[in-house]
């Protein structure tokens, strides 16, 4: 739907962006799935460190080999799940005749409403910025092997972890201990600047979950 606004998002245009930005932050972790028969990157997680120096940020870092999780090419899935924290994202000028422009700026502040109240100053955790599956991969184990890499991550170190999921991601979220502490329920066909292409013209809801995992008592 974002793609009928004045200005369209160009969702692989944003992520490029996102990334590259981000990969080399003294305080994110970049983690990524690479297939060990053709080298394409079948996935990756981004992880946030909030509280940490930077110098333990680095020492995860180094534990990160280039290509730490591998899978062999299998049939196609058709699911996805992708989640970013929108404070990370560029800002721009709010055009009050642009619906899904204010559909940005209701999303945003609830973001930023939500990060305050879950990393008020002091706090130390990590947030999953971005967990991405490339389709032919999803279904088939790999965006769980990268989650589970952040919450080895995260009990080690004693720490909560948190994300704020895709309506198609938090099942599995949900799977690895993660428990909904909050959601957004947005009504698409407010913000819809054209009718959807099927469902009889309606977008419907959307959910955004925001999902926390509290680090392992074992």
Known sequence: MKGLGKDPYDLEKAMIAYLSQQAVSPR???LKAVDNETG????????????????????????????????????????TGKIAP??????????????????????????KSRMTKL???????????SLCVAPKWQSKGVGSALLQWGIKTLDA???????????????MYAKYGFR???????????????????N???WGHYVFRYMKRERSQE
């Open 28 to 30: 994110t972790v970049l």
């Open 119 to 129: 990393m008020p100053d002091g706090t130390k955790c990590m947030y999953v910025s």
């Open 40 to 79: 394409d990157i079948a996935g990756w997680v981004l992880g946030s460190f909030r509280g940490f120096a930077v110098e333990e940020t680095a020492e995860i870092r180094d534990t990160v080999p280039p290509a730490a999780t591998q899978f062999i090419s299998t049939t196609s899935a058709h699911t």
């Open 200 to 202: 009889d013209g309606k």
């Open 180 to 198: 909904i502490i909050g959601t957004l329920d947005v009504d698409l066909d407010q913000y819809a600047p054209a009718s959807a292409p099927d």
């Open 86 to 111: 929108k404070d990370q994202t560029k800002k721009v000028d709010i055009d009050e005749n642009d619906p899904i422009k204010q559909l940005e700026k209701m999303t945003d502040a609830d973001m």
């Open 157 to 171: 170190a004693g720490v909560f972890i948190w994300v704020h999921s895709s309506a198609d991601a938090w099942g």
